[in-house]
Every structure is written in C-alpha cells, then in structure tokens.
C-alpha cells in the first residue's frame, strides 16, 4: 500500500506542462465506423437527455459514434432508420467501407486545415466504444481477433500533425468496449454496469501502452472511467510520464472500484441515476467526477461560469455530434458569431475549447459545414492569437454593459486584452482604469483614442471595427478598477 500511495504522490506532482495552457485551441477527431450509416436524431442534446428521468437516454443520444449501442434498441429512432435503410446488416458490415474510403483520405491536408484553424494540438480517436482500433495493434482483442485497421491510421495522422508544427494526442475508450460487453446502455448506471472486467483490464492497460510506446502522445485522453482499480491505474500513469514528461491527461479515468457493482442491483440503479440528474442540473451539463489522479478537467458542451483553478477544456462538436450526422441541420450547428465568442469566453475563464471535427466514413473527407467552421476559426484566431494564445485569465474573466455588449479579459505580460461583442464605435470597459503609461491599441499597435472616465476608459473604434467578429482592444499597463464587491 505504501508503495502504490508514493506513486500517486509523484503523480500529483506531475504538472500541466505550459504548451498545453498556451494552446487555448485544440482539434478533437471522431472518426469511427458509424460515420458510414451517419445517422444520429436531431432536435435534442445529450446534456438535455441526461437531465431527463428516460432510463433509454442513450437510446436516443445524437452521438453518431453511438450508433452500435442505439441499435440494440428496438424502437430507437436508429434502429428504425437501420431498419428502413439496410435491413438485417450488422454494425461490423460497415467495416470495409470504412476502410476503402481511405483510399481517398488526405492526412496531410487535415493537418493543414487544422493548423490554420489557429489549433497547437490535435487528439484523435485511436478506440471507441465500438472497439475497432484505428492502428495495426499487435494486442489482438480476445473477443473478436483481428478488430483492427490494417493501415497505421494514428502512426499517419501523428507525423502529418507535428510536421504541420501542432501537437498529437490520443484519444481510448477505457471505461467502454462494446465487444467485451455488448448489454443495451440506456442510462448512466448502465455506463458503470457495462465497464467490462474479466480481460479486458489487462487488453486495455496493454494497447495504452502500446500506443504510449508507438506514438507518444502529448494528450492521453481516456473515456468513460477505467477498468482496472487505482492500483494497477497508477504505474500506467507512471509509465506514460516518464516516455512522455510533458504530456497530458484528462479527467475521466475513475478506477474500477467494487462499489460500482451497486449499478448491478435495481435499487443502486435508480439511485446512481438520480445523482447524476441532479449533478446534471446543477452543472447545466456533463461534468465528469474528479477521479484520484488527473491534470485536465474536461465538461462537455459546458462552460465554467468563472475562472477555474485547475486547468479544463471545454470540449464539443460543432453540431450536437462528435462523429460525422449527414443529418444534421443548419440549426443544429454552431453559428459564426457564437463559435468565436465561445472560444473567448472559455480563454478568458482560463481554460482550452476542444473542438471536435467529425469526417465521413465512405471518404474521409472534412464535410464543408465543419470546414467552413475552420476557416471561421482561422480567420479571426490567426489575426488575434496575441491575445488568445499563451494569454492567462486577467483578474476578472468580463462584464457585460448595457445590457447587450458582453466583455471578457485575458492578460499577458504588462498588457490586457478586451474583446467585446457588438460594439457601439464608442465603448467605454468599465473594469479597467488608466495610470500615467497607459496605452490603448489594436491589436495590430494602431493607437486608438481614449480617455480615462469615472466609469472606465473610454475607447473610440476605428469605424470598420464593428460586426460580426468580437473586437479586440490592447490595453497597456492599466490596472484593475475597483468594483463594490472588491472591498474597500
């Protein structure tokens, strides 16, 4: 016991290394075999489901990549679709097309449209819960034996993404594989029920290193919670530190604990069922629980409402799926205005957006919706990234005045910088107060006029500043104005 407790000890002096705190932007890839059939029902949000007292919420979830669970209900809406659309086919038939649709697939150029989306790293989806390994793995599943790709998928994407200057990192389902398990799961009590035991823990802890050993990632992203208890968890930390010191963990990696057996028994169900219900509500989302050991928290489709004190991203697609829905609506993604104002909010709280592209299976290509939304990014990070990258939260994270024009703050050095939605071209930033060498700039240094108020500065726009894109001003040694809540 004492050996495993100075493990975890070492463990939690592990820091987030500064790249990953600089980065603020980050490329998630789903890319799995269900983004052949590409379909997943629109008009709703997992977060909303969750919320929900349906015991089939995941029977109706709009993640694409759960298309094999959904099927295993009879009248989910994708079974029906399956159904109508071909027949009596299994999930696996899906595999070859998956596969010849690589003959068209351009690593490179994805690294390409990532890197001028303004993102320093990538993680890309090694295993899902379906199982299928996108590398030639040499730890053959036990299950179903040669349930992997035969062409280096990962080996690939990883040199196409760091010779385009970004980071590589990975993404394994640890805490779910539906060919060790293959029970419906409708809610999350079912999640902690189906974490496969018997040989799966050994399966998992040896392709995690064996992607380590291979790739070494700078993020090792674990799903779900992990099948193995703390102890036998820890050395694989360990392991990963020591290959990759700089590297990354995220925050679902809860070891197995026979308390979960309690998910087994009806009683333990409902009550597991209605905790998260009630943590659903409370965080206004998924906000996975704090396991013994991690670096990152990670909420999905969820903002922190303040500054965190541990480092998070926010991550989510760019619809209400992560894998490729050919289904999906206009309405059902991220508008232009939002999407840049989303990713400020989230530096200006201290934490990373994770933004999740979903490329289709029968051509591996970035469908336009999602590249168009690239191209926004790129547009308006590139131009501003002194702002955004390697920036720290300022004192406070924004305000918002008059009702409509929202501000948020980061800082870097002796500057603060403001972005502010939809301004009037006079603005007056009311957190913010001169001192005798204060300047106030674009963030290209083009002087702007000024002046210090009793309320604030008061910054004139050039004309063409206002629209659709938030504005940013560069504001040199100010200080932080006192507010009634500060004190005296």
């Known amino acids: 016991m004492a050996v495993r407790n100075a493990t975890l000890h070492r463990l939690r002096r592990h820091r987030v290394p500064t790249w990953w705190q600089d980065a603020k932007l980050g490329i998630f890839v789903h890319w799995t075999i269900a983004s052949v059939p590409a379909f997943a029902p629109v008009g709703t949000d997992f977060s909303s489901l969750l919320k929900s007292e349906r015991r089939d919420a995941y029977s109706l979830s709009p993640y694409v990549e759960w298309y094999q669970n959904s099927l295993r209900f009879p009248d989910s809406p994708v079974a029906r679709h399956h159904r109508e659309t071909y027949g009596e086919r299994s999930y696996e038939s899906f595999r070859p097309e998956w596969e010849a649709g690589l003959e068209q697939w351009d690593p490179a150029g994805w690294a390409e449209q990532f890197q001028a989306s303004g993102a320093r790293y990538v993680v890309f989806v090694a295993k899902h819960a379906d199982g299928y390994c996108l590398w030639p793995t040499e730890v053959d599943n036990p299950r179903r034996p040669g349930w992997h790709c035969r062409r280096d998928v990962v080996g690939e994407l990883a040199k196409a993404v760091r010779a385009a200057g970004m980071r590589f990192g990975l993404y394994y389902s640890g805490g779910m594989d539906w060919t060790f398990d293959q029970r419906p799961v409708g809610s999350m009590s079912d999640v902690l029920a189906s974490i496969p035991r018997g040989d799966f823990p050994a399966y998992a802890d040896a392709q995690v290193r064996e992607l380590i050993d291979r790739y070494r990632p700078s993020v090792l992203w674990n799903d779900i919670a992990w ?17 990759v010191p700089d590297g990354v963990v995220n925050d679902r990696w809860l070891p197995w604990s026979p308390l979960m057996s309690v998910s087994h028994v009806e009683v333990g169900r409902r009550a597991i069922d209605a905790v998260v219900q009630r943590q659903m509500n409370r965080d206004g989302g998924l906000v996975p629980p704090a396991p013994p050991h991690f670096d990152v928290r990670t909420p999905e489709y969820v903002v922190f409402p303040d500054v965190q004190r541990t480092p998070w991203e926010c991550v989510r697609g760019m619809d209400e799926s992560f894998g490729y829905n050919a289904f999906s609506r206009p309405e059902d993604f991220i508008a232009h205005d ?20 979903g490329p289709r299976g029968v051509d591996a290509q970035i469908p336009d919706e ?5 191209e926004w990014l790129g547009q308006w990070v590139v131009p501003n990234r002194h702002a955004l990258a390697g920036t720290r939260p300022w004192v406070r994270p924004g305000t918002t005045i008059a009702g409509d024009h929202p501000i948020r ?58 629209g659709p894109e938030p504005v940013v001003i560069a504001l040199r040694q100010v200080e932080a104005r006192p507010t009634v809540e500060d004190g005296p």
């Open 338 to 357: 939002d999407l840049l104002w989303l990713l400020t909010d989230i530096v200006a709280k201290g934490g990373n957006l994770l933004l999740n592209v």
């Open 227 to 243: 099948p193995a208890p703390g102890r036998h968890l820890w050395p694989l930390f360990d392991y990963y530190y020591r290959q």
């Open 370 to 374: 999602q590249a168009a939304r690239l």
């Open 409 to 466: 703050y980061t800082a870097a050095g002796d500057s603060v910088f403001a972005f502010v939605r939809d301004p009037d071209a006079t603005i007056t930033l009311p957190d913010v107060r001169a001192t005798p060498t204060t300047a106030v700039e674009t963030i290209n240094g083009v002087a702007l006029r000024w002046r210090g108020t009793p309320g604030g500065i008061e910054v004139e726009l050039p004309a063409a500043s206002p």
